[in-house]
């Protein structure tokens, strides 16, 4: 069967593209892969992480891949810094990795700003890391929201590049799997930047905890511009905030904008409002429910997590041993 490997940081605001972007998607594909969700932690101290927040966080982003239907018992949900060959695989690639290749990172540059004497080398490696996680686990293919696709671009470039210094196939070269209508969810307070758990407003994202109130709240202050909803999706033109909310809706209930606009172009975004609030609420009420129900639990979430760990550890270790081996590592253990 193909495999997949996919991500999630424990940064805290776990987000409504975080959810239809990736999450949502981890659940659908379930029955047609084997799957290794993984609670990437190494990743989230690439900036400063508060250690109780980040143990709160690695819990409930495990929370959200439950409550989004990912069966523990069929595929693996674990924390990346428990099973340590991520780590040591990622050293190989640090080698392998070109600095060439990293400095073209977009996600870097944004990350690091003005300040990039400042950053942290690990923001930097970052996507190596990523790449570790992968090919750890000769995984096929990687569930993402768009905004990972360089990054997915680069693990292919380390595979391959592996593959050709050491003439050897070991690694696959992974296919990123970006589907959905919402794999670019915008903030709602800015149609031209991405939905993120960063942004200092908290009104610029629906958050997976958020109540009904909240969620009205937030969607009633969703900035709009004066026309009314765009009759067809070429209305979408220069009107990033009106395309973003019809995106929301559409992926929320599992139809094109094209039926959105069937049944709301031409409205006034009043009403529309009030219907994506419905919407959300419907859709995101009942997962946040279980995330709470399960935080509620911390000894069933670490057990899962624990359980995910034995089983990946047990998955990696004799591929970083071939790996060891493809390097030239000489064993004497
Ligand atoms: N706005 C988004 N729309 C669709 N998908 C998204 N993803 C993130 N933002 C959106 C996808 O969610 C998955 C997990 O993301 P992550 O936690 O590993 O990191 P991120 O992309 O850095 O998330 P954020 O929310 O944007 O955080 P900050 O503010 O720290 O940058 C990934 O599959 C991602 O594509």
């Known amino acids: 069967m193909k495999r997949i490997f996919s991500g999630v940081q424990p940064t805290g605001n776990l987000h409504l593209g975080n959810y239809l972007g990736a999450i949502r998607n981890f659940a659908r594909l379930q029955d047609d892969y084997e799957c290794i969700y993984c609670v990437v932690d190494m990743h989230a101290i690439t900036v400063w992480q508060d250690p109780a927040a980040l143990k709160a966080n690695t819990r409930e982003v495990t929370a959200t891949f439950l409550a989004a239907g990912v069966d523990p018992a069929k595929h693996i949900i674990f924390n990346q810094s428990q099973v340590p060959a991520h780590a040591e695989l990622a050293w190989i690639f640090n080698c392998v990795a070109r600095l060439g290749w990293l400095n073209r990172m977009t996600q870097f540059k944004e990350k690091a700003g003005k300040h990039r004497e400042n950053a942290s080398a690990g923001l930097y490696v970052y996507p190596v890391l990523m790449a570790a996680d992968i090919l750890l686990y000769k995984a096929t293919h990687v569930p993402v929201g768009e905004d990972q696709k360089q990054h997915l671009e680069l693990t292919r470039d380390v595979a391959q590049k592996f593959n050709n210094d050491f003439g050897r196939e070991v690694f696959p070269i992974v296919e990123p799997l970006i589907f959905g209508e919402a794999t670019r969810v915008m903030s709602l307070r800015d149609g031209s930047k991405k939905m993120s758990k960063s942004d200092p407003s908290d009104y610029s994202r629906i958050t997976m905890t958020d109540g009904p109130d909240e969620i009205a709240q937030k969607i009633r202050k969703a900035k709009t511009d004066p026309l009314p909803l765009p009759e067809t999706v070429e209305g979408f033109d220069g009107r ?61 979430v670490d057990g899962i997590l624990k359980d995910g760990a034995e089983r990946a550890e047990a998955l990696a270790r004799p591929i970083l041993a071939e790996i060891y081996d493809v390097v030239g590592f000489l064993n004497v253990r």
């Not at 019809?246 to 094109?256: N, V």
């Open 240 to 300: 990033p905030e009106a395309a973003n909310l019809i995106t929301i809706y559409a992926a929320l209930a599992d139809i094109t904008p094209e039926a959105v606009l069937g049944e709301y172009g031409g409205q006034q975004f009043s009403d529309f409002k009030k219907a994506l609030t419905d919407m959300a609420v419907e859709k995101l009420g009942p997962v946040g429910q279980e995330m709470q129900r399960l935080m509620a639990d911390p000894a069933h």
